[in-house]
């Protein structure tokens, strides 16, 4: 694989992106915004404090989590699999010297760099709404990019496996929604029986939650676990998306 | 000096044998043509020399280089025209042109003239900012061709390059492939148009099943086996024929 060539293709998608964003990037705060409004002050006029925060300010970084979560999942799944299957863009690379290595690494990088775009915005947005205590976690950024490759991993190795577009619908259902209800955004695991935490140990966005909340409530050091599981996770997943893609692509 | 020298070349698709123990050499300069009925292994033998899949067997070079070495030079040097459209829908004409440049380390500065040149040489000068969803087969196909010269490709490899199109157009493009000839530029395309084979290559392998039924050129077909090139087809892959009527 080489950087060069991988980069390459993550220009290609970037090109395309500053053409289409105005429709898209929009419509993805939409959602993240919505759950704010609707759980933060409508559940949050119940349930006044979670372990002595707001119970708004409690879910803020965890919102910033899980949209850095969907934004690359539903870029590096429907996105990879139109790009590969229906607009034939992987043909069209793989005719010059971009090989198959290079252009995964590439569709990695780019689904890694809307997590980081996303996070970014997302975070802008909340420190103005008041609900981010610490200016620290703007530290938090390049571990975005971390564990954006780990969801552009596992999105990528859907699209290998995929049989058609339609199935990302169980890749959405089974695999991310419960990630989202179920990796500490709403609510501290621990008033759920202790498997519920077990499982939650392998949830990406678990750890990513973990780090965006003690990042943006100063404490760095209660994530350092959370940011080595991210570091190590990322490097054991790598091998598959490459494998499983060239399976699907090389005949 | 050949451009391309395959060797007992084998592909196999799962049980599926879709190009079995053929040989051929293509020489610089040479146009040369694969004929045959679909699934005849033409589309494969092709994607084989652009290093898109890897032969099951045998030994391929292109420009002295083996297909299961270093594929990154030896596609910097070739332009592929393909048989589906695999432009970028989003962006503009011109815009396919300088972000596929880039595949090949072309820098903007010269990616932009060439692109203007070739935009002139396939008559989409007007297009430019088009999208490519507003533009015409007829366009499409042009378009591919000019994005497959981009690289300054010494192989150009035309997978049906004008199905589908008007005869106007179909023309155009040979008016364009021979020019490409003259310029030594080598070409290997396929086609099922017997007119086209005829004006444009200079040897045609008739394939069958996988097979290279025979190498040579037009005329000396329609010598031996008499009648056009349409009449050898016919008569060379008619055992095909008549098993599918069967």
């Known amino acids: 694989m080489k950087i060069k060539k991988a980069f390459r293709v993550w220009q290609r998608n970037f090109t395309v992106y500053t053409k289409l964003y ?38 803020a970084p965890g919102i910033i989590a899980s949209s850095t979560m969907f934004a690359t999942a539903s ?19 793989l005719a010059t010297p971009v090989n198959i290595d290079d252009l995964v690494a590439g569709e990695l990088m780019w689904g890694a760099a809307k997590s980081v775009l996303y996070g970014t915005i997302i975070m802008i947005v909340l420190f103005m709404f008041g609900l981010i205590e610490s200016p620290l976690l703007i530290l938090a ?68 939650v973990n780090i ?9 050091h209660l994530a350092i676990w959370d940011i080595v599981w991210i570091l190590a996770v990322v490097v054991l997943l790598a091998p598959f998306p490459f494998r499983l893609m060239r399976r699907r692509i090389i005949k | 000096m050949d451009i391309v020298h395959a060797r007992g070349l084998v592909k196999d698709y799962g049980a599926l044998r879709a190009v079995d123990n053929i040989d051929f050499k293509i020489s610089k300069g ?10 005849a292994g033409k589309t494969t033998a092709m994607g084989i020399i652009y290093c898109f899949m890897l032969p099951t067997s045998g030994e391929v070079k292109v420009f002295g280089i083996n297909v299961r070495g270093n594929s990154a030079e030896i596609k910097s040097k070739i332009g592929v025209m393909p048989q589906e459209n695999n432009l970028d829908p989003d962006l503009t004409v011109f815009e396919n042109l300088i972000v596929y440049a880039r595949y090949f380390d072309i820098p903007k500065r010269d990616s932009s003239p060439r692109a203007w040149e070739l935009l002139d040489f396939v008559g989409l000068k007007e297009k430019a900012h088009v999208r490519i969803r507003d533009l015409s087969g007829g366009m499409k196909r042009s378009l591919l061709l000019a994005r497959a010269l981009i690289n300054n490709p010494e192989l150009l490899i035309l997978d049906e390059p004008t199905t589908g199109l008007d005869p106007r157009s179909r023309h155009s493009v040979w008016d364009k492939l021979n020019y490409l000839k003259s310029k030594k530029t080598t070409l290997i395309l396929t086609t099922h148009y017997m007119e086209e084979a005829e004006k444009l290559c200079d040897r045609v392998a008739i394939m069958n099943s996988g097979k290279i039924v025979i190498i040579e050129t037009p005329s000396r077909l329609m010598n031996i086996h008499g009648g056009n090139l349409e009449d050898v087809y016919l008569k060379l892959t008619g055992a095909r024929l008549s098993e599918e009527m069967h």
């Not at chain 1, 898209?24 to 759950?35: A, C, G, I, R, W």
């Not at chain 1, 870029?75 to 690379?93: H, L, N, P, W």
């Open chain 2, 30 to 39: 040479e146009c040369f043509g694969f004929l045959g009925p679909n699934g």
């Open chain 1, 22 to 59: 105005k429709s898209s990037l929009v419509l993805n705060f939409v959602e993240p915004v919505l759950y704010l409004l609707a759980l933060g002050f409508g559940l949050g006029a119940f349930i006044k404090e979670i372990n002595g925060v707001p119970y708004i300010n409690f879910i």
């Open chain 1, 75 to 93: 870029e590096c799944s429907y996105g990879t699999y139109v790009r590969m299957t229906y607009q034939k863009t992987f043909d069209a690379i």
């Open chain 1, 212 to 220: 965006c909340r003690s990042f943006s409530s100063g404490s760095l």
């Open chain 1, 141 to 208: 950024i390049p571990v975005l990019f971390v564990s954006g490759l780990i969801f552009a991993e596992i999105s990528v190795i859907a699209a290998a496996l995929v049989p058609g577009i339609d199935s990302f619908s169980y890749f959405f259902t089974i695999l991310l929604t419960p990630m989202f209800l179920f990796s500490g955004i709403f609510f501290p695991l621990d008033v759920l029986p202790p498997v519920a935490s077990k499982i939650a140990f392998f949830s990406p966005l678990y750890h990513l």
